[in-house]
């Protein structure tokens, strides 16, 4: 009787590991692919300053996810990639030994607080995108690799004409304000595409004539401040796609920590060519295709 008993335990427990596992095999041969994704998106943001929505949102519309989906788990992935970036970048302006990576705190600092409120003033007075999402990421995008894209141009003729541009050491009024604006034009932005306040900062920095990498790790940190504000706004109304998350954010936090040693490692004018020319094509095929 016990026997009978134990049998029929056993054979219950069997069949739910067996249903356990091959939904687990179905998840990871559906899903694994985003895991891919994260890693590149995170790699691409954190070692250029753009968020990683400039990989993740043409990617998922391909996929059919819904705008709304779209935006919530590039967020979502970003809270995951950005944050450890954060942490790497952070760690390198402690042991960096050049001057002005002392500007990296009070930069964030000045940028944080307005990115963030553009995001809640999207959220909080219901401002809808100007167009559809597509659009909008694509005209942004174009935008913002001309600009880097003028901006090699600058350091090329500079070069030929021996003029070496001064990193700026000290931060002047006309940049605090130019930043606050920016921050908060860009959170509004972003709360949009979840994309806009980490690239628009970068591209005043580096034409503003800061250390690129200055400028790349000051955008990863307020990128990550901005997305964790905006997160759970996407939570409560569900719009998060938790299992592209579940693979896309663990890939996040491996493109994290790998992105600092390539930002850090490529010369500092092809690292910037090589984020304008993408931003530039992202958004041009995205054009293309809608």
Same mark, same amino acid.
């Given at each position: 009787?016990?026997?009978?008993?134990?049998?029929?335990?056993?054979?219950?427990?069997?069949?739910?590991?067996?249903?356990?596992?091959?939904w687990v095999l179905y998840q990871i041969s559906t899903y694994s692919?985003?895991?891919?994704?994260?890693?590149?998106?995170?790699?691409?943001?954190?070692?250029?300053?753009a968020g990683g929505g400039i990989i993740f949102i043409p990617a998922f519309q391909q996929l059919g996810i819904t705008a709304e989906q779209s935006v919530a788990t590039s967020f979502a992935i970003q809270c995951f990639g950005m944050t450890t970036?954060?942490?790497?970048?952070?760690?390198?302006?402690?042991?960096?030994?050049?001057?002005?990576?002392?500007?990296l705190p009070t930069l964030s600092f000045i940028c944080i607080p307005f990115s963030i409120l553009g995001i809640w003033s999207v959220y909080g007075l219901g401002l809808s995108t100007p167009g559809s999402l597509s659009y909008l990421f694509a005209y942004f995008s174009i935008f913002? /690799?001309? $600009?880097?894209?003028?901006? !090699? #141009?600058?350091?090329?003729?500079?070069?030929?004409s021996n003029l070496m541009p001064k990193e700026i050491t000290v931060i002047s009024v006309k940049d605090k304000v130019a930043l606050v604006l920016l921050s908060y034009v860009g959170g509004i932005i972003t709360a949009w595409?979840?994309?806009?306040?980490?690239?628009?900062?970068?591209?005043?920095?580096?034409?503003?004539?800061?250390r690129v990498t200055l400028a790349i790790a000051v955008a990863v940190v307020l990128s990550a401040f901005s997305v964790w504000a905006g997160i759970g706004y996407h939570i409560y109304?569900?719009?998060?796609?938790?299992?592209?998350?579940?693979?896309? /954010?663990? $890939?996040?936090?491996?493109? !994290? #920590?790998?992105?600092?040693?390539?930002?850090?490692?490529?010369?500092?004018?092809?690292?910037?060519?090589f984020f304008a020319s993408w931003v530039f094509i992202a958004g041009t095929i995205e054009l293309l295709i809608n």
């Open positions: 009787m016990f026997s009978l008993i134990r049998q029929k335990y056993f054979a219950l427990v069997l069949s739910f590991i067996v249903v356990i596992t091959f692919a985003y895991g891919l994704l994260g890693i590149l998106g995170a790699l691409f943001a954190n070692a250029t300053g970036g954060s942490v790497m970048w952070l760690t390198h302006a402690k042991k960096c030994r050049v001057e002005n990576w002392s500007l913002i /690799g001309l $600009g880097l894209l003028y901006t !090699g #141009i600058k350091k090329i003729q500079s070069d030929k595409l979840s994309v806009g306040v980490g690239e628009i900062i970068a591209f005043y920095l580096i034409y503003r004539g800061y109304l569900d719009n998060v796609y938790w299992n592209v998350l579940l693979f896309g /954010g663990p $890939g996040a936090v491996i493109g !994290g #920590i790998l992105a600092k040693k390539l930002a850090t490692s490529i010369p500092v004018f092809q690292l910037k060519m």
